[in-house]
């Protein structure tokens, strides 16, 4: 579709290319993008309304919540629970998983989602986002368990972020390829902007937390040493380094110009099984990322593969470019 189209008219084209589609997607995405708008809204304007800095509560993570994490996470969960098209919701801002009001009307999807990932840098001004991830409920389950979306990766039935920054841009994979949409806030429509996103396959661009070499395993070791040597080592080029503090601005800077995300396992976080949470971090974003000609592995493994064990898992992330997370996996398994 050629750029222009707005998101609304792209799904109901798609909805059409799919000639047994209920509409039911259609009308979940569009329950999406209503919220993402908003928090959009709440965003751009952080402290005009006080509503930066602390919530005074903590998340299952353990984590302060930010105020705008609320917020975020209660305007998702609202308006999906409103729009009838999903059966169970889940969300790194809640413990259990979210069972709808009984007089509310239930629909065949899961959605899990991050509502605002990178909230530590709402205080700073830097780049924020939302992550979601959808998967099919169970058929006839009126309030789906934890069970019922520990479901690996390759299940999701579409995946997405929205992030805050310069432009509010929607980025949104259905399994066909990886699609960006810009929001002009003057008419308040996502507008097609980044068709079929794919990613460079090679980068000269390393994105990782260098606090934490020290507790790195052999094989991250040596990528980001030989990275760090440059030219006159086996690399053979130089290398460039960014790190945001916020995956949903890392990987897009991956989607738009290549490169490679690692947040791996390290001493530090080994007990906790890594950082990144595998159901609304690492499994939706590695869809997008696959889509777009990349990889995504915990090290040894395809993330898209795990089995999930619990809600609020964590797990490795090294994604991006093909062959830079290629090379690396290669070093996992040597
Ligand atoms: P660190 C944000 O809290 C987050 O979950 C990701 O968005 C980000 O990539 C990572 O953690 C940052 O971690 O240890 O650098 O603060």
Same mark, same amino acid.
């Given at each position: 579709m050629q750029i222009g189209t707005s998101l609304t008219h792209f799904l109901i084209e798609s909805q059409r290319a799919h000639k047994a589609a209920s509409g039911d997607f259609t009308l979940l995405m569009n329950?999406? =993008?209503? &919220?993402?708008?908003?928090?959009?809204?709440?965003?751009?304007?952080?402290?005009?309304?006080?509503? $930066? #800095?602390?919530?005074?509560?903590? *998340?299952? /993570?353990?984590?302060? /919540?930010?105020?705008?994490? =609320?917020?975020?996470n209660d305007v998702f969960t609202n308006t999906l629970m409103q729009g009838?098209?999903?059966? #169970?919701?889940?969300?790194?801002?809640?413990?259990? !998983?979210y069972h709808l009001p009984a007089t509310a009307q239930r629909g065949k999807y899961l959605c899990v989602y991050d509502p605002l990932d990178g909230s530590s840098n709402i205080d700073v001004n830097v780049t924020v986002g939302t992550?979601?991830?959808? $998967?099919? &409920?169970?058929?006839? !389950? &009126? *309030?789906?368990?934890?069970?019922?979306f520990l479901q690996p990766g390759t299940e999701q039935v579409a995946a997405g972020y929205c992030i805050y920054g310069p432009s509010t841009i929607m980025v949104l994979t259905t399994g066909d390829g990886v699609n960006g949409f810009t929001l002009d806030k003057d008419i308040g429509e996502f507008m097609l902007t980044h068709p079929n996103i794919t990613i460079p396959e090679d980068t000269s661009e390393f994105?990782?937390?260098?606090? *934490?070499?020290?507790?790195?395993?052999?094989?991250?070791?040596?990528?980001?040493?030989?990275?760090?040597?440059?030219?006159e080592g086996p690399r053979g080029r130089d290398f460039n380094m960014r790190w945001v503090a916020s995956m949903v601005a890392e990987v897009?800077?991956? $989607?738009?110009?290549? #490169?490679i995300f690692m947040y791996p396992i390290d001493s530090k976080h080994r007990e906790r099984g890594g950082k990144l949470r595998l159901m609304y971090e690492a499994n939706p974003m590695s869809m997008i990322v696959e889509q777009a000609g990349g990889?995504?592995?915990?090290?040894?493994?395809?993330?898209?593969?795990l089995a999930p064990q619990k809600l609020h /898992?964590? !797990?490795?992330?090294? $994604?991006?470019?093909? *062959?830079?997370? /290629?090379?690396?996996?290669d070093y996992h398994k040597a």
């Open positions: 329950d999406i =993008v209503s &919220a993402c708008k908003v928090i959009s809204s709440y965003v751009n304007k952080g402290n005009l309304i006080g509503i $930066l #800095g602390s919530a005074e509560s903590e *998340n299952i /993570q353990g984590e302060t /919540q930010k105020k705008l994490d =609320v917020i975020s009838g098209q999903v059966a #169970g919701l889940a969300s790194e801002e809640m413990d259990d !998983v992550i979601f991830s959808v $998967l099919h &409920a169970p058929e006839g !389950v &009126a *309030n789906p368990a934890e069970a019922e994105a990782i937390n260098m606090s *934490n070499q020290r507790f790195w395993d052999a094989p991250v070791k040596r990528y980001i040493d030989e990275c760090l040597i440059g030219k897009h800077r991956i $989607l738009t110009r290549g #490169g990889l995504s592995i915990t090290g040894p493994d395809r993330i898209m593969s /898992q964590r !797990v490795p992330v090294i $994604l991006g470019s093909k *062959n830079e997370v /290629q090379r690396v996996w």
